[in-house]
């Protein structure tokens, strides 16, 4: 039985997603757009106008929000190999269908400004997100104590550990000026040696299927050949919406930018990931506001977040190689040398308060003002890139004795892998 909220849930998506296909019909010159590769601003005002934005934007988080209900339902229809490593891909497909578009149209100075903003959005406000609803969550249900802190799964410092060695390599990437298809390469193979660890670590004891909610949890209700069909449909229909409406998405975005004079680079950095993390992260924030599931919730953000930082990094060279027809290097302008050396930075910072296995609310705060404080006032970057770095050596240094036991934890994890392999 269907109920009424998971009734609501469907309508307004449904609501969200018709006006974009009567919108394609009447533009049939749109589903060649995301093919074709350069184009300049009389092209873009001549193909869109401002209430494009509205109407794709609005598709794109319906369409997410399809594949996440999807994602989250076949997570228990495939084998666990074979989930882990295809819905991993599938739940950050509208990120990487805006990197894509921008890097295919050889737009660098967005892709760049659209991958930073990204990373930044998720850690600086998804990650204290998660904090700030688990302490209200506890507070109306009266907890004593009130849950002030999130405490991580210890088998959550494999995640940590790539992390660290992904924002490592992202001051790498800032030292050499330039992002080229050697990155990539190194960025797909840091993400699938990842996968391999997480593939190989023992399963969890606790059964998530009793978890799941809203259409995610009715479709896994189903009968198997329903269940699968739904699953599948819900999957190609957030497919096929945000592989052409992304790329109309951002050509709208510039022409509103054009129009009303207000930078494109902003505009690409903060709506277009803002767009595609807020459906991806609804599961976490549900998980966030029960009392222990609020772990899974942050767990769930931190692998976003190795997602983006490898994968995501990588798919602007290599798309932007396959544009041009040849591979390619990317030079880095000063500006995209600091996003960079910002987003690391902050990284670092982010990694620095896991490293001990727990966040606080006070540290989410942090992050969180960190953020929104260079998200509204940009020309700062450089002085927030050095309180991240300060505020890093200074946990490190404190909680040296968790970093310590947190590698530590890495190795075991590490001798387990090799060790069942070899047996």
Do not use: C
Not at 16 to 42: C, G, H, S, T, V
Not at 82 to 109: G, N, S
Not at 296 to 318: A, C, E, F, Y
Not at 338 to 343: G, K, R, V
Request: a neutral charge.
């Amino acid at each position: 039985m269907v109920s009424n909220k998971v009734k609501i849930q469907l309508l307004i998506v449904s609501m969200a997603l018709i006006p974009w296909f009567i919108y394609m019909l009447l533009r049939p010159e749109l589903f060649i757009y995301p093919f074709q590769r350069q184009e300049n601003p009389d092209t873009l005002i001549k193909l869109f106008g401002p209430y494009d934005a509205l109407i794709t934007g609005i598709a794109v988080v319906g369409a997410s929000f399809l594949m996440a209900w999807a994602t989250e339902a076949s997570q228990f229809m495939f084998s666990q190999a074979f989930a882990l490593a295809i819905l991993a891909l599938l739940q950050v497909f509208p990120e990487y269908m805006f990197e894509a578009t921008l890097a295919w149209k050889r737009h660098i100075e967005l892709a760049s400004a659209t991958m930073t903003g990204a990373n930044r959005l998720l850690l600086g406000a998804g990650w204290p997100l998660i904090v700030f609803i688990a302490y209200l969550a506890s507070k109306f249900r009266g907890d004593n104590p009130v849950m002030k802190e999130i405490k991580l799964d210890i088998s959550q410092s494999v995640e940590i550990f790539f992390l660290v060695i992904m924002t490592a390599y992202s001051f790498v990437i800032v030292a050499k000026s330039r992002l080229d298809i050697y990155d990539a390469v190194i960025l797909v193979t840091m993400y699938l040696v990842y996968l391999i660890f997480t593939l190989r670590m023992p399963s969890e004891p606790i059964e998530e299927a009793e978890y799941i909610h809203g259409p995610a949890k009715v479709m896994l209700n189903m009968k198997a050949f329903k269940r699968n069909l739904s699953i599948s449909i819900f999957l190609l229909i957030g497919a096929v919406i945000i592989f052409f409406g992304a790329p109309s998405f951002i050509g709208s975005v510039q022409v509103v930018a054009l129009t009303i004079g207000i930078e494109t680079y902003f505009l690409a950095q903060w709506i277009a990931p803002l767009l595609s993390e807020f459906p991806e992260s609804t599961s976490a924030f549900y998980y966030a506001s029960t009392k222990h599931l609020a772990p899974m919730g942050m767990g769930n953000l931190v692998s976003s977040k190795v997602n983006q930082w490898s994968l995501l990094i990588g798919t602007i060279p290599l798309v932007y190689s396959l544009s041009i027809g040849h591979l390619a290097f990317i030079p880095l302008n000063e500006l995209q040398q600091h996003e960079i050396l910002l987003t690391g930075a902050q990284s670092a910072y982010g990694v620095a308060l896991l490293s001990k296995m727990r966040i606080t609310i006070y540290e989410a705060a942090t992050l969180f003002a960190l953020w929104f404080i260079q998200m509204i006032y940009p020309p700062i970057r450089i002085e927030v890139t050095i309180i991240y770095l300060i505020l890093t050596v200074f946990e490190l240094i404190y909680h040296r004795r968790e970093v310590r036991k947190l590698l530590d934890e890495f190795i075991r994890a590490a001798k387990y892998v090799i060790w069942r392999k070899v047996a």
